[in-house]
Every structure is written in structure tokens, then in C-alpha cells.
């Protein structure tokens, strides 16, 4: 895990900086343990589970942590169950359990849509739900899917918790509100009735990061859509949603019509950049085409069967 990068081809990269720092490593096996690290090594102590996002980045020195803190045996964090109207998820949920979850799966088919298309098999079934959200990655899948269902955080320290609202979680790419001795400990979801969601997503091959990538949901009663969520990923979008497509699309009956303006002001309010995946103009274009796809989705499956 630890060891060199392979010699052959490293365009230049020194073999030095292919490797992590030195860093201490602890075990905590309760939540109470890992409090009392956190506090013992403080802000140069990094927590790890899965190591998917963390390693790489230790590997060519953008992050160094001085210890990590392996939270792996904290099976009191892993659970996915209702309860209070809401579907609460722990931070240790591996991808893969999610993906599968009859529970999950019931009330927002999302989750699997999402997470089938997140890396590969071996990252799902080692990779976290509180994982992806605190790496903070601007093209990471579960921040999209989370905003689009408007889904609240629960951080805990050592003498308390509290609960923020995904919208305010993120503060910018790889950085969240979770303090130096604070860890995610679970994230939840409202329980709704009539209420319909799917993930779409563009990549250059399959369990890569996504060109672009849209999450939706919405909520109908009545004939009108009285709640919209739209989170998108990779396309710099602030707090991975899209408040503007979103409000247009409320107290509305659903239409093509309607769709296809959300769609372009998703389009319009994100912004992404040129790079080695595609220019601007091909990225809002993903965009619109993803966010008319998911919303269609999402509306199909919101609305009564022969509706």
C-alpha cells in the first residue's frame, strides 16, 4: 500500500515524490478512541477507512498527514435503517452495501443508479459513504447524489454532535465544516411519498471520474411538483447543486417543457472548465442532456403507475 509507484514511465515525477511521507499509523476500535487520537495528535492526524481518495494523494504529497487513524473496526458506524421518518445511513457503509440495499434501493433507486458507476468493484466494496463526502472531491458522485436529495449530515466530536444540511457541508473543493477533532458519523435522508429519483452520468471509460454527472429527484402531489433537488458533479457547480433549475421546476405540473428549461438553467449556473476531458461548451451540454434525463426519470417514477 505503502510502497513505490512502478519506474517505468514516471514523465519526469521523481521517485521520492511516488511515495508518502513518513506517518505514524493508530487503530482506534470505538468512537471514544478515535476522539481521544484526534485530540491526542491534532489537525496533522487524518482519519482513514477505505484509502481510496486519501492514498493516492499522500502518494504524490498533496496531502501529509503526520498519523493516520484507522477507523476500519468501528462497525457500530455501518448500518443503513429508518427510523424518525428518515433513512439514516452510517458514515462506514461501504459503496457496494449501499448500491445493494433493498432498504435504500425502495425509497431512492439513486443510490444504486449512483453507485454502479462509482470506480470499480474493489473500491466499492472497500470505499465509505462518510469517506467520499469528507474527500470533497469536486467530481465525487455521493455529494451530487446527497444534494439532490437534500440529505443532512450528522458530525460528532467527543462531548457533542450536530447536524448540518448537505447544502452548507462542503466549503470548497477537498475542504468540508468537520472541525480537527470532529468525524461524519452518519448521513440522512427524508422519507417522501410520490417521490421519484435517478443518477446520470458521462465518463471517458467505465469506473472513471465523470465528465459530468447529474443527480435528480422530485416529489408530486396533487399534479404539481411541490420539491426538486438537482445535484451535479464534476462541473464545479457550488455546493454540487443547481438551486435555479431547481426552483423553477416547483409548484409546476411536469412537462417536457418544464424539464428542458431546468435543464438549461442547470446548463447555464454551473461552471466547469476545460481540460483534458472535454471544453466548457461539450460540459454544459452534457449537463443539459444529463439533468433532462435524470428529471424524465425521476418524474416517471414519482408519478402513480398508468399516470
Avoid at 500500500?1 to 519526469?12: D, I, N
Avoid at 472497500?126 to 437534500?150: I, M, N
Amino acid at each position: 500500500m505503502f510502497g513505490p509507484a512502478p519506474l517505468a514511465r514516471t514523465w519526469g515525477v521523481k521517485l521520492n515524490m511516488q511515495v508518502p511521507a513518513p506517518v505514524e499509523y493508530e487503530r482506534a476500535t470505538s468512537l471514544t478512541e478515535v476522539f481521544d487520537l484526534l485530540e491526542r495528535y491534532g489537525p496533522e492526524s487524518r482519519v482513514i477507512a477505505g484509502g481510496h481518495s486519501l492514498l493516492p494523494m499522500m502518494k504524490i504529497r498533496l496531502a501529509r498527514p503526520e498519523v493516520l487513524i484507522d477507523i476500519n473496526d468501528l462497525t457500530e458506524l455501518d448500518y443503513i435503517r429508518i427510523d424518525g421518518g428518515e433513512l439514516r445511513i452510517g458514515a462506514m457503509v461501504r459503496h457496494a452495501t449501499l448500491m445493494s440495499s433493498p432498504l435504500a434501493g425502495e425509497y431512492y433507486p439513486i443510490f444504486a443508479e449512483a453507485e454502479a458507476v462509482i470506480a470499480d468493484p474493489i473500491v466499492r466494496n472497500r470505499g465509505t459513504v462518510g469517506g467520499s463526502l469528507c474527500q470533497a472531491d469536486p467530481a465525487e458522485d455521493l455529494s451530487a447524489v446527497f444534494a439532490a436529495l437534500k440529505a443532512t449530515v450528522v458530525i460528532s466530536g467527543k462531548s457533542s454532535s450536530r447536524t448540518v444540511p448537505i447544502s452548507e457541508f462542503h466549503t470548497g473543493p477537498y475542504t468540508t465544516v468537520v472541525g480537527p477533532e470532529e468525524i461524519l458519523t452518519e448521513v440522512r435522508v427524508h422519507l417522501r411519498a410520490n417521490a421519484g429519483s435517478a443518477y446520470e452520468k458521462v465518463e471517458r471509460r467505465l469506473g472513471d471520474w465523470a465528465i459530468a454527472a447529474v443527480g435528480a429527484m422530485v416529489r408530486i402531489e396533487g399534479g404539481l411538483i411541490v420539491e426538486a433537488g438537482i445535484g451535479l458533479a464534476a462541473v464545479r457547480a457550488e455546493h454540487y447543486s443547481a438551486p435555479e433549475a431547481e426552483q423553477i421546476l416547483v409548484g409546476s405540473a411536469p412537462s417536457d417543457e418544464l424539464v428542458e428549461r431546468a435543464a438549461s438553467l442547470a446548463g447555464e449556473h454551473c461552471n466547469p472548465s476545460a481540460d483534458q476531458r472535454g471544453p466548457v461548451d461539450y460540459k454544459r451540454h452534457l449537463v443539459k442532456e444529463l439533468t433532462t434525463r435524470a428529471l424524465k426519470r425521476s418524474i416517471s417514477r414519482a408519478l402513480p403507475e398508468g399516470a
